[in-house]
């Protein structure tokens, strides 16, 4: 006897009334449908086969699982917001993507760990950092900016590694060091070194910087590197000064540049740096310093500054603004308001202006944002081994799938960046496009997808539950479709030549009209069509 739980059906009284209930496991479903238009745009710039082809992982028994399929179904994890390996098993029960990706199928979180301790680090990492390369360069022809920084990643057992050293948010907890590296404004991973807990001196992370722009063109170098006061030392310096790129970074307000700030406040020659600061050059010899550095003092407009002793307290912005010079004399320390003093390369050896400096200095607030971005929607917080080396390479495998799923989004908006997870997409009150700003991944992800093979042909149905369903599914036609006449207009190409094709119809505003080294003679007409 057949028991009604598994074949036919059987009323079901709710309170909406009788319904007649049913199984059905014939067609295979996922609930990530949208999916596959993001694989279109790998498969199209020849990335996903270029990934496949070099993974550094073999194995000798004939029923062990394809390297294929276990990258693959770390894509899907990672896709999918996880950070536990555990949650791979989510994916298991996906009967639509992983032939997508030309898996054979998905496998288990154990063969996932197995794989990653199985690789070579050294030959996994040089993987990973030739497709992150491979897939940001061609865009680095312009002067571009490179971000600098350090976050703190929290443990909480015995692995490898784990070290307590500087953790701001839960001193005491052993944890791992992520120093990454950052394309400026276009919120693009170039790279991340993932180090002990002890290891977070910022000079620890330079190797694993230069040795990425070591492999890079000499004219694809950034203009400029910043970061923090963590990275104004004479060690730092002078890397940066030795291979001749300029360099910003904030200096501590140690007991000499105290001295140089307080004979700066009674001088009159600062200039306007615009939203409310001001700024004076000057010229700084720490001990322990090599030479004499130029360095840019930013404050607070006297008229924007705080005022007074005791509580804090602001300026009334119609109050008319201290004159120059006036009080200065009175006390000690007169001045109350910020003040901030950055160190940075010669003007005359290729740095900027002191107004551009302090501009450049504010905008490196963005690289938090790119930090908090990795850590909290992209998986950067989890994926936690024993064993150091699977954490370094899953950490670079999030950067490039970042990448990814960044530059196929900006598809249609090459202007702003999306955020994997935040508010909702579509519903942005300001915003004329509903992508225009808010979080991507869930919206042109989750859609119910179900496989239908007729007339030998297969077909993937696709229905979004969201209630902008008709705006996301506009938007995804419009992205896929010009991934698909793009890729038709250029099937001759090589990859390499489709890949930069993708990248110059994405940052067409970004290039201002130029074109990277080596783009195909007939790019311009197909993108003009």
């Known amino acids: 006897m057949v028991s ?26 996922t609930r990530e449908g949208s999916l596959l238009f993001f694989f279109q745009f790998p498969a199209a710039g020849g990335r996903w086969a270029d990934l496949i082809k070099n993974i550094p992982l073999t194995y000798r ?30 994916v298991r029960g996906d009967g639509v993507n992983p032939s997508l990706l030309g898996m054979g199928r998905t496998v288990s979180e154990d063969v996932v760990r197995r794989a990653l301790k199985k690789m070579d680090e ?16 061609p865009i680095l022809f312009l002067p571009w900016i490179l971000d600098i920084d350090n976050t703190v990643k929290p443990l909480h057992g015995h692995q490898e590694g784990a070290e307590i050293g500087y953790n701001p948010h839960k001193p005491g907890r052993p944890s791992h060091n ?16 993932v180090l002990p807990g ?42 940066c000064e030795e291979r001749n790129v300029p360099y910003l970074f904030k200096l501590k307000h140690t007991l000499n540049v105290k001295r140089l700030v307080r004979t700066c406040l009674r001088q009159s020659q600062w200039e306007d740096a615009g939203d409310g600061w001001q700024c004076m050059e000057s010229h700084l010899r720490l001990h322990g310093w090599s030479r004499k550095r130029r360095v ?3 404050r607070e407009a006297p008229a924007v500054a705080p005022v007074g002793e005791g ?11 201290l004159a120059e010079g006036e009080g200065w004399d009175a006390r000690p320390h007169p001045w109350s308001g910020r003040i901030a003093v950055l160190v940075t390369s010669e003007e005359a050896e290729g740095g900027f202006s002191a107004a551009a400096s302090v501009r450049h200095y504010r905008e490196r607030a963005d690289a938090e944002n790119i930090i908090d971005e990795a850590k909290n929607q992209w998986g950067w917080s989890g994926y936690t081994t024993q064993q150091i080396a699977p954490c370094r390479i899953m950490a670079a495998f999030i950067a490039l799938v970042c990448n990814w799923w960044n530059l196929y989004v900006r598809f249609y908006d090459g202007t702003h960046h999306r955020e994997a997870i935040c508010a909702d997409l579509f519903n942005h009150p300001a915003a004329l496009s509903p992508l225009r700003s808010g979080s991507s991944r869930p919206a042109l992800m989750q859609g119910v997808g179900r496989r239908v093979e007729s007339g030998g042909q ?16 506009a938007a995804i036609r419009r992205i896929s479709g010009e991934i698909s006449h793009l890729a038709r207009a250029a099937e001759q190409w090589s990859a390499e030549e489709r890949w930069k094709l993708f990248l110059v119809r994405i940052f067409r505003r970004y290039f201002g009209g130029k074109r990277p080294l080596g783009f195909h003679p007939g790019g311009e007409l197909l993108l003009s069509g």
């Open 178 to 193: 992520y120093h990454s590296y950052f394309v400026a404004n276009l919120r693009l991973c170039l790279g991340v070194e």
């Open 4 to 29: 009604k739980s598994t074949s036919g059906s059987w009323p079901v009284d709710t309170p909406g009334g009788r319904v007649h209930a049913e199984w059905c496991h014939d067609a295979p479903m």
């Open 122 to 137: 050294a030959a996994a990492l040089a993987w990973m950092d030739e497709q992150n390369r491979a897939a940001i360069t």
């Open 61 to 90: 028994s004939n029923n062990a699982s394809h390297p294929r399929d276990v990258i693959g179904t770390l894509l899907l994890s990672v896709l999918n917001g996880h950070w536990r390996y555990a949650h791979i098993n989510s």
């Open 296 to 298: 840019i003092l930013v």
């Open 198 to 239: 002890k290891q977070h001196s910022a000079k620890l992370g330079l190797p694993g910087l230069w040795r990425i722009l070591d492999a890079m063109p000499r004219p694809h170098w950034p203009t400029l590197i910043r970061g923090d006061c963590a990275y104004g030392v004479e060690s730092i310096l002078l890397q």
């Open 311 to 321: 509580k804090r307290r602001r300026r009334d912005p119609f109050q008319p603004p």
């Open 458 to 473: 297969k077909h993937i149905r696709v229905s979004i539950l969201h209630e902008k369903a008709g705006v996301i599914t």
